[in-house]
């Protein structure tokens, strides 16, 4: 199974902050990376999708890069409906893997 | 609109099975896999498996191999999930949720989750 390992696991920032978070696969998926958007009792969402894409009604502060085993989700001004848990998910192959999260809190 | 509707949440017994359903509306049904995730309390997301809903095959990540299994009632657009061999750490919310463009992508069409209590 191909492990994807998130970082930072958590991080503490302030509205209009630009955020980064990481995502490293354990072997070479090409640009088949997902990421999600999780607040508490919901489901996760979907906000990019093969490393890049944004999924309809995303809003432009999110992007997503790399390719290979290292990518990066970012956003660019951090907005009070943004503070939730991120997780990357790779669709390479089966098992579609997660991260661990990244829980992105309030300062 | 697609929707991917659960049935709703369960208590059972360590040993006991569970089996969880997923009414899919919205969009053609065979068209794309259904995927089973789940997340444990304060937990991160844990992918079950998949089932094709046009050909019935079912993939099933490795550690639930023997304890679950994925069907699907056409007639309904209907995916199941039955897991078996309950034990604590089974308590989780249960998602479904439609693929997105391969097998192994998750779209951003999930259910609402299903709670699953495993407690004597």
């Known amino acids: 199974d191909i492990q994807m390992t998130q970082s930072p696991s958590s991080l503490s920032a302030s509205v209009g902050d630009r955020v980064t978070i990481t995502c490293r696969a354990s072997q070479r998926i090409s640009t088949y990376l997902s990421w999600f958007q999780q607040k508490p009792g919901k489901a996760p969402n979907l906000l990019i999708y093969?490393?890049?894409a944004l999924h309809s009604g995303v809003p432009s502060r999110f992007s997503g890069s790399g390719s290979g085993t290292d990518f990066t989700l970012t956003i660019s001004s951090l907005q009070p409906e943004d503070f939730a848990t991120y997780y990357c998910?790779?669709?390479?192959?089966?098992?579609?893997?997660f991260g661990q999260g990244t829980k992105v809190e309030i300062k | 609109q697609v929707q991917l509707v659960q049935s709703g949440a369960e208590v059972k017994k360590p040993g006991a099975s569970v089996k969880v359903s997923c009414k899919a509306s919205g969009y053609t049904f065979s068209d794309y896999y259904i995927h089973w995730v789940r997340q444990a309390p304060g937990q991160g997301l844990e992918w079950l498996g998949c089932?094709?809903?046009?050909?019935?095959?079912?993939k099933s990540a490795q550690r639930f191999q023997g304890r679950v299994t994925m069907t699907r009632d056409t007639s309904i657009s209907t995916v199941y999930m039955e897991l078996r061999r309950l034990r604590s750490g089974d308590t989780a919310v249960f998602y479904c949720a439609r693929a997105l463009y391969n097998p192994s992508s998750i779209s951003g069409y999930w259910g609402q989750g299903t709670l699953v209590t495993v407690s004597s």
């Open positions: 998910q790779q669709t390479y192959n089966t098992p579609p893997t």
């Open positions: 093969t490393t890049s």
């Open positions: 089932i094709s809903p046009n050909s019935g095959d079912t």
